[in-house]
């Protein structure tokens, strides 16, 4: 099932402020129950109009148009709540309508019509408790009004509105496109990601079973039972790549649960890793107990740490090189850093960084694999908390040192807030 496009607001009162500067008319682009006029639409009403907002009738013609602009199936003239006609054009892509343009106030010049309009008229002005001296006021601003001619080729209403569909048109077509090859992709991340979990579960199996058969078989060296375990190790590395591509970590299920155990379990899993590149842990956490879903920080915590693992520069001989992580309760809350020195992030990236799908600059070589949603994740599961994530990343000679700074709060008051991603100065 395509999500529903959006038109970029900013976009759309642009496209509708050009109509309105070259036609006098006011317009307005009803998409579902969003509604987008240009800034310059109210002083565009014609002077009837103006007069019964002012006598209290605004509300209700705003809900007239909102209501006709919702339902609206058809192109062609119709009349508005005050007893004037507004021209309205569906917007349809891939067979349905998505979104309609109702513009203009003008009589129409056959009797029906005028006769439908002084019908409207009078319940309007009987509504509205009108004394004969308000009447003849809006009955002389009424026949101010611009008549148009429906069975005219040229109708100065129209002269324009056309192409602002089809400029609307496009602007939807290619939104619905995108969004159809976004689901598209989804899907496929999905069956690959189904596809590769279940064989991960068949090998996290048969690597637990290695294990236990070597501690009830004959005596074998350390290094088996160490490579035993680095197997296991590897398949719990794959799997949380796996999460990653499914966001399949089931609902929230919130227990009191010790959050230095969660770090230290993601830093053994990463250890391995870590040596192969030279790289040490410096680790250093204060223990708290507080509600979380355990599985979900957990997750959060093994991108972290091995985005830290991954991007981090060999050390050599000549200089270490140490990935630092610091925990600390606060009064309200807890306090988990990651540090480390080697591939980082530019200044104009920070905000991006944390978007689905988006991969930082100068991660994009062919030894750096992702699919840039570790991070994405993690920002959600922290704000699921009601906490926060922030980053900080500056060159540091050849590097930069990146850090990431998280705040989990200890109350369950704090949970579940929705606090933003956002950057340290």
């Known amino acids: 099932m395509v999500a529903d496009i959006k038109i970029d607001s900013n976009v759309a009162k642009a496209l509708l402020e050009l109509y309105s500067e070259a036609t006098d008319y006011p317009i307005g682009l009803y998409e579902g129950q969003r509604v987008i006029v240009p800034e310059s639409s109210s002083r565009r009403f014609r002077k009837y109009c103006q007069k019964l907002h002012s006598l209290g009738l605004r509300q209700q013609c705003d809900a007239d148009h909102k209501r006709r602009g919702a339902r609206a199936a058809k192109e062609g003239f119709e009349m508005c709540y005050a007893g ?10 891939g067979g349905q309508v998505r979104a309609t343009l109702l513009c203009g106030q003008v009589r129409l010049k056959d009797s ?101 058969a070597l501690r009830v078989g004959r005596p074998v060296s350390q290094q088996a039972y160490q490579d035993a375990e680095e197997v296991l190790k590897g398949v719990q590395r794959l799997n949380v790549l796996v999460q990653n591509l499914r966001l399949g970590l089931g609902e929230y299920q919130w227990k009191e649960s010790h959050i230095e ?44 740490v091995h985005n830290a693992v991954k991007y981090s520069y060999r050390g050599t001989r000549e200089r270490n090189r140490v990935i630092k992580i610091r925990g600390k309760r606060k009064p309200d809350f807890y306090e988990l850093e990651t540090e480390n020195y080697g591939v980082g992030i530019l200044p104009e990236e920070t905000v991006r960084i944390f978007e689905e799908g988006y991969r930082g600059k100068l991660t994009r070589d062919e030894s750096r694999t992702g699919a840039g949603l570790g991070l994405a994740i993690a920002k959600e599961i922290v704000q699921s908390h009601g906490g926060t994530i922030r980053l900080s990343s500056y060159q540091k000679g050849t590097a930069y040192l990146t850090r990431f700074t998280i705040r989990l709060p200890l109350s369950k008051s704090g949970r579940r807030s929705n606090v933003k991603a956002d950057n340290l100065d």
């Open 84 to 93: 004037l006609f507004n021209y309205t054009l569906p917007i349809k892509v």
């Open 112 to 212: 029906v019509s005028e006769n439908l309009s002084k019908q409207c008229r009078g319940r309007v002005y009987s509504d509205l408790q009108l004394d004969f001296e308000q009447r003849r006021e809006l009955e002389k601003l009424y026949q101010d009004v611009t008549i148009v001619d429906p069975e005219k080729d040229e109708v100065p209403l129209l002269n324009h509105l056309w192409a602002i569909q089809k400029q609307f048109y496009e602007l939807l077509s290619l939104n619905l496109k995108l969004e159809q090859e976004k689901e598209l992709f989804d899907q496929s991340r999905e069956n690959i990601a189904h596809e590769f979990q279940i064989r991960l579960q068949g090998l996290w199996a048969d690597s637990e079973n290695l294990q236990r």
């Open 261 to 304: 155990r969660l770090v230290r379990a993601s830093v053994a899993l990463y250890q391995s890793e870590a040596q192969r590149k030279s790289v040490a842990f410096d680790v250093e956490v204060e223990d708290a107990c507080f509600e979380m879903s355990k599985r979900h920080i957990a997750h959060m915590l093994n991108n972290l």
